[in-house]
């Protein structure tokens, strides 16, 4: 039997073909790491080469881009339309990205292009390497919090600040598209997995005539499901205590909501 390599710290794993590159990433890890205050400039000039770069490419719109070294969000899109901007967060692994992935991150940005979030997957999932604590064979879950009408980022902020005190620790996505519209028998909206404190709205929602408080009660439900635990009652599992509807009922605009997935389940159901 093989021994499995001890990991020592993943983010350590760079390409060695190209020493040059190879520091300067280190260099930057570095610097993302003791961030506080003022960012070193490393950073900074990291982020505007990749601004710069992914500028090149877009025929519209300014971004503004921020270097992370987040375990769990790669990529992820804020959409500020009066100014035509776009503000982005990428994990640090973008920063030496060559033209091919730029330019699927521009396409990516300005219009929620399927192909460039395909190679931005593959590129994700072959440089899981560098991600922080994340087991290697493990695949980096591919995080697309803005969609095409509503941001997902922004609803979950504001949720977690206001009904939980910011202590949600989750990750948010829309989940994949689908081919053509068809209407169903059921959809689920929203779900939650446990170990990746991973909760995933359904595609269905990001869309114009759903408002914003209908997706925010998803949103918040998927949230709840981190602080109840689910139970086993009579051999069978509970994943809606009487304590988590009491809590769901919290939420603001509960009877509204309710009502609105009652005179739209139709359009709904089409997707
Ligand atoms: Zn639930």
């Excluded at 100014?83 to 973008?94: A, I, Q, T």
């Excluded at 593959?122 to 879950?141: C, E, L, M, Y």
């Excluded at 005179?263 to 997707?271: E, G, I, K, R, V």
Aim: glycine share 4%; net charge positive; with cysteine.
């Amino acid at each position: 039997m093989n021994a499995t390599p001890a990991v020592v710290d993943p983010c350590s794993v760079v390409s060695s073909d190209d020493e040059a590159a190879s520091s300067a990433a280190l260099l930057l890890i570095d610097a993302l790491r003791r961030k506080r205050g003022d960012l070193p400039s490393e950073i900074a000039d990291a982020q505007d080469s990749l601004e710069r770069r992914i500028r090149a490419h877009m025929t519209k719109g300014r971004v503004t881009v921020t270097l992370t070294d987040n375990r769990y969000t790669m990529i992820s899109v804020r959409r500020v339309p009066k100014e035509k901007r776009y503000e982005v967060r990428l994990h640090h692994m973008f920063a030496d990205a060559d033209p091919v992935i730029t330019r699927a991150l521009a396409r990516y940005i300005a219009e929620n292009d399927n192909e460039a979030s395909r190679i931005l997957g593959d590129f994700i999932d072959s440089n899981s390497g560098h991600v922080r604590g994340r087991a290697r064979r493990q695949p980096a879950q591919v995080i697309f919090t803005a969609g095409e009408t509503h941001d997902l980022r922004s609803l979950y902020d504001e949720l977690n600040a206001r009904y939980f005190g910011n202590k949600i620790d989750a990750i948010i996505t829309w989940g994949a598209k689908n081919g053509r519209p068809r209407r169903r028998n059921s959809i689920k909206m929203g779900s939650y997995a446990v170990e990746d404190r991973l909760i995933r709205i359904h595609r269905s929602l990001d869309r114009a005539f759903v408002p914003r408080f209908f997706i925010a009660w998803i949103v918040f439900h998927e949230m709840l499901h981190q602080v109840h635990d689910i139970r086993v009652k009579n051999g069978r599992r509970e994943f809606h205590s009487k304590e988590f509807l009491a809590d769901e009922a919290m939420y603001e605009q509960f009877d509204e909501a309710k009502r609105w997935e009652r005179s739209h389940l139709d359009a709904l159901l089409t997707y």
